[in-house]
């Protein structure tokens, strides 16, 4: 296997971290980092100092760094989405000369930085407390969630085992085991797509080997001897699956889960099967639950249009204010979540400028260009023959099947296929929502919103933003050039409308495209890419039509071409 380089970093070059406590667990004491040194400028992380009397492998905490260091950008991107792994070393002493730990005699690993958990994956509790919003939260009768102020529904509980169990097949198939699976070791988030994130990684098991001793939440103990398999991980996800359905820290009773499907309840129980060896694995789950979501999410379209739901956690869409004395995590030294911060513009480098600016405006992260501006991008490869209409970008968009539009079909000499919304310079296919009475609306705005980018009539473009977006200021006139100067540098096609739902306050619309813009406005972890595949769920109000709110981080996600 070939060497890596994996980052070693001295805790004084971390700024004034011990300000900045966030947890104070058995293992160690977590940290925010405040001045993230050389390759970090600029990232949202947190330091776990080890305890000098705890006992861990520094040898297995650098094969996780060096593990996540290998991965494509894709996978790494994923990871990180979705767990708080190790991204680099904390030592005292000399400056190492072997990349392996123990072979420093005159150094001594102290710990690791990790990224830091954001608000997405908070609840403010009633009277302004702040707690990491675990699934914990999820095993509790409807009344108390209510009290809390979490509304979620089947379709969440599906989505929030479907998310998680993506990961642990993904985290199995690259010799990775969680071993403390418990609900309060993953965090989740209704914000976007409904999300899961794991916290502690440096417990996980990375091929056969541990950083510190395995250990296991009371109530969710396997039966046998050996800890941290992906028999060990099956056992547990089944009994999460029942206990997340029937509302309880205890119970496996399985008939609120078998309500929802059948196929799911059944596998439940062959996870409970004492015999590790006859345990279903992740991969098995998958089909099942995607087969449960799909159904789910009918039913909650179908209600959505009769029943307004609550509200869900009313965090207010302006700039968080931590509490002065955040609450303590329910177990170990896991840290509170915090807002993702506005990175600095740096000079010499347009890329980094736009991406800073990005960042502060829409929440999304590590993803820069100028896909993250608006949240997404734009266009459509379909434009309107000189033999047509008018292709000035007018904002009209026609329907495919819809006659009383009062504009005519782009005259391509072929018929436009069903379920399209087309405007000047876009079309988005919506043909997998078309069941969804909102799905017409939601596609033509887009179509109307894409097609304005992709013609550069970007004052157009930008009259479907909700005048409370935070991704640009929408009364100053230098945000505006801003944003248009970034947008400038693409062309997008090939969208697709392919999920809608709400989440009581939003419609929740999901588009997938193609971009194409100039090297240098590309993802963050990418920014050469002159081409990218888009996944991208937006938040969109609806007082006056649709508009686009923003797209938060957790809902963004994307593959190069």
């Not at 980052?7 to 058995?26: C, N, Q, S």
């Not at 009277?127 to 919003?133: I, P």
């Not at 085992?161 to 989740?188: C, E, I, M, Y």
């Not at 090939?494 to 739902?501: E, G, Q, T, Y």
Request: glycine share 8%; hydrophobic share 30%; charged share 20%.
């Amino acid at each position: 296997m070939s060497e890596v380089t994996v980052p070693w970093v001295l805790p004084d070059k971390l700024g004034t971290y011990t300000a900045h406590k966030l947890g104070d667990g058995g293992q160690g004491i977590v940290y925010g980092v405040p001045d993230p040194p050389g390759k970090f400028a600029g990232e949202y992380l947190a330091y776990k100092e080890y305890r000098p009397t705890e006992a861990y492998d520094s040898d297995v905490l650098y094969d996780m760094v060096c593990f996540r260091q290998r991965l494509s950008t894709a996978d790494r991107a994923y990871l990180d989405e979705r767990l708080t792994w190790p991204l680099a070393l904390v030592y005292l002493g000399d400056t190492p000369t072997d990349p392996r730990p123990s072979r420093n005699p005159r150094s001594r690993v102290v710990g690791f930085l990790m990224r830091r958990v954001t608000q997405d994956y908070e609840l403010r509790m009633p009277g302004g407390e702040v707690k990491l919003q675990a699934l914990e939260f999820l095993l509790n009768p409807d009344g108390y969630m209510t009290r809390v102020g979490l509304y979620v529904d089947d379709a969440h509980r599906v989505e929030l085992l479907l998310d998680q169990a993506r990961t642990l097949d993904w985290l199995h198939r690259r010799g990775v085991t969680v071993g403390d699976l418990s609900p309060k070791n993953v965090l989740f988030t209704l914000r976007g797509q409904a999300r899961c994130r794991f916290i502690d990684c440096d417990s996980m098991r990375y091929t056969g080997k541990d950083v510190l001793k395995q250990v296991e939440t009371t109530g969710w103990e396997v039966p046998e001897p050996e800890k941290a398999t992906v028999a060990s991980d099956s056992w547990k996800f089944g009994l999460l699956a029942a206990r997340v359905f029937n509302r309880d820290q205890d119970s496996p009773d399985l008939g609120p889960l078998r309500a929802v499907s059948t196929e799911l309840a059944q596998l439940a129980s062959l996870a409970q099967n004492r015999d590790p060896q006859r345990r279903p694995p992740m991969s098995e789950w998958l089909t099942r639950l995607e087969l449960a979501h799909n159904r789910v999410k009918r039913t909650r379209r179908a209600t959505a249009h009769t029943t307004q739901p609550p509200a869900p956690n009313p965090t207010p869409a302006g700039p968080y204010r931590p509490q002065p004395q955040p609450a303590p995590p329910p177990q170990g030294f896991t840290f509170p979540a915090q807002p993702q911060p506005r990175r600095p513009a740096r000079s010499g480098s347009t890329g980094n400028r736009v991406a800073g600016w990005l960042l502060g405006a829409v929440l999304v992260g590590g993803l820069v260009g100028y896909a993250a501006t608006h949240m997404d991008s734009t266009g459509a490869s379909a434009s309107p023959s000189s033999g047509g209409p008018s292709a000035t970008a007018t904002g009209d968009v026609h329907t495919s099947g819809d006659s009383d539009t009062g504009v005519s079909t782009p005259d391509s000499g072929e018929d436009t296929p069903s379920d399209r919304a087309v405007a000047p310079g876009a079309t988005v296919d919506y043909s997998q929502v078309a069941d969804d009475p909102e799905a017409e609306d939601v596609a033509a705005m887009f179509a109307r919103f894409f097609g304005a980018i992709n013609k550069h009539d970007y004052d157009t473009a930008l009259d479907h933003y909700d005048p409370g977006t935070s991704v640009v200021n929408l009364g100053s006139k230098s945000a505006r050039n801003q944003w248009k100067d970034v947008m400038s540098t693409t062309q997008d096609s090939d969208f697709v409308l392919s999920d809608l739902s709400s989440d009581g306050t939003y419609t929740l619309a999901t588009v997938n495209f193609t971009s194409h813009q100039d090297a240098g406005y590309g993802p963050a972890s990418s920014p050469s890419d002159t081409c990218d595949q888009w996944t991208v769920t937006y938040q969109l109000t609806d007082s006056n039509g649709y508009r686009i709110y923003k797209a938060p981080r957790d809902g963004v996600s994307y593959t190069s071409c």
